[in-house]
């Protein structure tokens, strides 16, 4: 069984999708389309500059569109269906896409007012994130007890976890766990996502969400929020909502896939974080990511 893996903000880079637009004719075809929903995107993807680039507002478009044109490139390509897909916090949008439970210019409209909404809802410099790296979840979560203000963001591989909220609390907490020995860096980022401090982001979005049609999805979507299966247009609907507030549970999700029968983890887009985490949270399994016409030709044999 494969999977089909989509990567969140984090993953962008000046040149993203040139080479799906220049060696795929399906993968073209899905990126004209996303300029033609937000003009000016394939300029910034292609030439930059990497600053506006990064902004969450672009980022986040940017990914969806090169995700879902690496998946229709391995389509076209030959590639087997796959039989689920999932999604790293933005990432998870592209995997509806991707099994048709939205449409792309939805989608992109979307989830440029999701970063937007998201960077306006704590001001730039008062918000942080922090990767947290060989200690184990249990420890963390004791680390953090009585701190206000931090929480655990995503939960990205047994020993590799993010925290989340206020800069103050998170430097804080950086503190107690680096006396554990933990590793901690600090991420570039504009906002603390995946915390209670996004609920004015998610109250924003939600109303532009309502308006929009959702359909029940080809194949299942895991959740980041329960790291279950979603199989309806209504249930994506409210659980991309309660995604911009809640921890993303990528571990979860990926022990789920697993135990569903996937073997094979496909990352579609751009870079090779899901890859990582997929090779470095299971065993016994193929994880490949598939960011050009040739590996998308590649996997699909």
């Known amino acids: 069984m494969r999977a089909a893996l989509f990567p969140g903000q984090g993953s962008q880079v000046v040149g993203m999708g040139r080479a799906l637009f220049e060696g795929s004719k399906a993968a073209r075809e899905v990126l004209e389309r996303a300029e033609a929903a937000l003009p000016g995107l394939l300029a910034l993807m292609f030439e930059g500059p990497e600053e506006t680039l990064t902004l969450t507002e672009n980022a986040q478009p940017a990914l969806l569109a090169v995700g879902y044109a690496a998946y229709r490139a391995y389509l076209e390509a030959g590639g087997a269906p796959v039989a689920a897909a999932a999604g790293h916090s933005l990432g998870e949008w592209t995997a509806h896409v991707a099994a048709g439970t939205l449409a792309l210019e939805d989608a992109l409209r979307l989830v440029r007012l999701r970063g937007r909404y998201m960077q306006e809802a704590v001001p730039v410099g008062e918000g942080a994130m922090a990767a947290v790296l060989k200690l184990p979840l249990a420890e963390i979560e004791h680390a953090l007890e009585g701190l206000e203000g931090v929480w655990i963001a995503n939960l990205n591989t047994p020993v590799q976890t993010v925290i989340s909220g206020k800069k103050e609390a998170v430097e804080k907490a950086a ?127």
């Open 175 to 301: 503190q107690r766990l680096k006396e554990k020995r933990a590793r901690v860096v600090f991420l570039n980022v504009s906002a603390p996502f995946h915390t209670p401090l996004m609920a004015p982001a998610a109250e924003r979005l939600a109303s532009e969400v309502a308006a929009v049609s959702f359909r029940d999805p080809a194949f299942p979507v895991y959740s980041n929020v329960t790291a279950k299966p979603v199989t309806r247009g209504e249930e994506a609907k409210r659980l991309l909502i309660e995604q911009i507030t809640a921890p993303v549970r990528w571990v979860e999700v990926m022990r789920a896939l697993y135990d569903a029968g996937a073997r094979a983890f496909l990352e579609f887009g751009v870079g090779n974080v899901l890859t990582g985490m997929v090779r470095r949270t299971l065993e016994g399994v193929l994880a490949q990511p598939v960011t050009t016409p040739e590996e998308a030709r590649e996997v699909a044999k």
